[in-house]
């Protein structure tokens, strides 16, 4: 049985669409990436998953399974039951999520408590400082005791990530988890990713614009361009044998290590608005033809698990 199924997603802010059609499943253990360019619809995606839409957002048809229940239909109060313990989200920036009021140890306690109902505030410490030995973590009572200002950035995403494990969650949602930190701490933060789905058999959803990211830690990789899913395979289908031009594109773009300058992408991002005709890379597009932009395209199977939304996609 799949944990998390997304049916048909599509999704408006103030009527206009930002998610559009959108469908993908997650199995246990497994760790799926979404790549795209900024303002594709990747973090509204993350954010429906959670159910933590703003005002002017509403979820305009589909569904969300996670196991056999679906999310859209939860009221708020089922959704806190199993937000922060069945399904955990990581935010972008780790130290602006935390509360800079309180150490890191409290907030444990705090996620603890909310959860697991009565337990001892020495209890709910023993438990925080076992994850993060258990992570890796080197003076794990300093970290419990110091403040999230007082603490680098990779350290914020490491410790952020220590608290979505702490309940055993089933599925972590994970918002560009390695934006802002330089390769290294990059590289801490992939391994200890890799360290959760190992020891917990987590399953992820990461968004991301780093393929670097995507080619380290995900078994598949979904593609979006202007909130719809342009290509979906496994991570050597898209990284070896991508055939959407806009997955061609965004690859290419990729800096080689003999310095050679990449190849941008012409032209600007699609912007959202309520009319949708034809393709919406076709104006971007270096193989479109005249119908592009005026025919929606249609789902083309590749292989079992590979396909990608364009008629030409089978040509080279």
């Not at 920036?93 to 509360?99: E, G, H, P």
């Not at 009021?101 to 400082?129: P, R, V």
């Amino acid at each position: 049985m799949k944990l998390l199924n997304v049916d048909s997603l599509s999704v408006s802010y103030s009527h206009i669409p930002t998610v559009k059609d959108i469908s993908f499943s997650i199995s246990p253990g497994e760790i799926v990436g979404l790549v795209g360019e900024s303002g594709c619809g990747k973090s509204t995606l993350l954010r429906t998953l959670m159910m933590l839409m703003e005002e002017n957002c509403q979820i305009d048809k589909g569904a969300v399974f996670f196991e056999e229940t679906d999310l859209t239909k939860l009221s708020e109060k089922e959704l806190r039951l199993l937000r922060g313990k069945d399904i955990v989200m990581i935010f972008q920036n780790a130290a602006l999520s935390s509360n800079p009021l309180h150490k890191i140890g409290h907030q444990f306690y705090e996620t603890i408590t909310s959860h697991s109902g009565k337990m001892s505030k020495k209890e709910c410490y023993a438990k925080a400082e076992d994850i993060l030995k258990k992570l890796k973590f080197k003076e794990p009572k300093r970290i419990l005791n110091s403040y999230p200002f007082e603490l680098s950035g990779g350290m914020n995403q490491r410790v952020a990530l220590a608290l979505a494990i702490l309940m055993n969650p089933k599925l972590i949602l994970a918002d560009e988890p390695t934006s802002a930190l330089d390769v290294t701490v990059q590289a801490q933060v992939i391994k200890q990713m890799r360290q959760l789905r190992e020891s917990y058999h987590t399953a992820m959803l990461v968004v991301t614009h780093n393929m670097g990211v995507v080619a380290q830690l995900c078994d598949k990789v979904g593609v979006l361009y202007a909130g719809r899913i342009v290509e979906w395979g496994s991570v050597e289908d898209i990284l070896e044998h991508p055939k959407h031009p806009y997955t061609q594109a965004l690859i290419s773009a990729i800096p080689e290590m003999n310095g050679e300058d990449p190849t941008g992408i012409p032209g600007s991002p699609k912007e959202f608005t309520k009319e949708e005709i034809g393709c919406d890379f076709a104006p971007r597009c270096t193989k479109a033809k005249e119908n592009c932009a005026c025919v929606v395209p249609e789902k083309v199977v590749l292989s079992d698990e590979h396909w990608a939304l364009c008629p030409y996609c089978r040509e080279e």
